[in-house]
Every structure is written in C-alpha cells, then in structure tokens.
T-cell receptor, first 110, second 111 residues
C-alpha cells in the first residue's frame, strides 16, 4: 500500500535561515504531489503541486520554492525564512481527486 | 473567488447523539466535494467524496449530502462517540489539481 513520509515533525528556525522540508511517497509511481500550509485558525492553503519530475506549479507568490528531483520526492525550500513562514506544512499525494497527507511539519520561525 | 463557510468553529454534542456539520460555498460549482478529519498536530485524513450528481453518500456511521442548488453539504455522524472528537474539514474541487479547504469545525463529543 501507499505511504507518505514527511520530516521533520517539528522545526524551530531563526528568521533569515534556510529551510528544507522533504516528503517521499512509497508504493506508487508518478504521483501528483502537493505542499499545503495551515496557519492557526485558517484553512489549508495550497502552496505548490507537481505532476511529475521537474514540474512545479506555484499557487501563490511567496518566499518559498519547491523541487521534485525524483518521481516520489518533493522538497519545500526557502533561502531566507520570514516570521510569516511559520505554520503547519503538509505534503500530500493525490489519487482520484482524493488527497492523502503526511504527518506534517510544525515550523516556528523566531 | 470561491469561499467556503463551515457552520461553526466548534460544536459540542452528547455521546450517542447525531452530529451535523454544515459546509456552505459560494462563487463556484464544484464537480465534487470532500470531507476530511484532522486530529491535533496531524495531517487530515480523507473520509468521503460526493459528486455533484449524487445527493447522498454513506460510510458506516457517516453520511454526507450535497445540495448543488443550495450550495451546501451536510456531514452527519450518527451514534457519536468521544473518539469522533476532531476537526472536520470540508473541501471542494476547484479546478485541475486543486482542492479548496474550509477552516473546519472542531467537534467535541461529551461522554
């Protein structure tokens, strides 16, 4: 069966530091992959999605970027974190329109 | 742009009763709508998907209705249990490769 791995679970970073969050999927090939952010009291906001290696679509302009170096690997990055980047980051893969999420990374930028 | 409203931020009900959560949307006609459950500090878990041509869908103690005229979905949990306590998210299909999520309703089932 398919599984999705996301790490780390929590992260505390200073303003201006770089970020790299990794997500990998097992048990499926060529999945559609997504990065969402959930801020306190707000809905999930789609940040990026990818339909294949090297193919990234961005939903909102921001301080973040994404890459898909391998079929089942999706990476969220930033060169310099802002306070407003704090939040709960979720990776997901999609099948039949349904999303299956990882366990999330709670990022606190101080 | 599309907007989703989930009836209340929090809902408390007594164990054994039926919980009813509401999701209203505007400015869009989604091909389908979904409900997810989210526990604190965890990713959402898919529960049910209902298409625009379906009026009702059931899964064990869960029932979802979809009224495209009213632009509303109702999510019911019958015979609720304390283990059903969680935040429930409504999400609607919003064009290719995108699901638009509501902010959720936090359900507490009181023993």
């Amino acid at each position: 069966s398919q599984t999705i791995h996301q790490w780390p679970a929590t992260l505390v970073q200073p303003v201006g530091s770089p970020l790299s969050l990794e997500c990998t999927v097992e048990g499926t090939s060529n999945p559609n992959l997504y990065w969402y952010r959930q801020a306190a009291g707000r809905g999930l906001q789609l940040l990026f999605y990818s339909v294949g290696i090297g193919q990234i679509s961005s939903e909102v302009p921001q301080n973040l970027s994404a890459s898909r170096p391998q079929d089942r690997q999706f990476i969220l990055s930033s060169k310099k974190l802002l306070l407003s980047d704090s939040g709960f980051y979720l990776c997901a893969w999609e099948t039949g329109g349904k999303l299956f999420f990882g366990s999330g990374t709670q990022l606190s930028v101080l | 742009s599309q907007k989703i409203e989930q009836n209340s931020e929090a809902l408390n009900i007594q164990e054994g009763k039926t919980a009813t959560l509401t999701c209203n949307y505007t400015n869009y006609s989604p091909a389908y709508l979904q409900w997810y459950r989210q526990d604190p500090g965890r990713g959402p878990v898919f529960l049910l998907l209902i298409r625009e041509n379906e009026k009702e869908k059931r899964k064990e103690r869960l029932k979802v209705t979809f009224d495209t005229t009213l632009k509303q979905s109702l999510f019911h949990i019958t015979a609720s249990q304390p283990a059903d306590s969680a935040t429930y998210l409504c999400a609607l299909e919003s064009g290719a490769n995108n699901l638009f999520f509501g902010t959720g309703t936090r359900l507490t089932v009181i023993p």
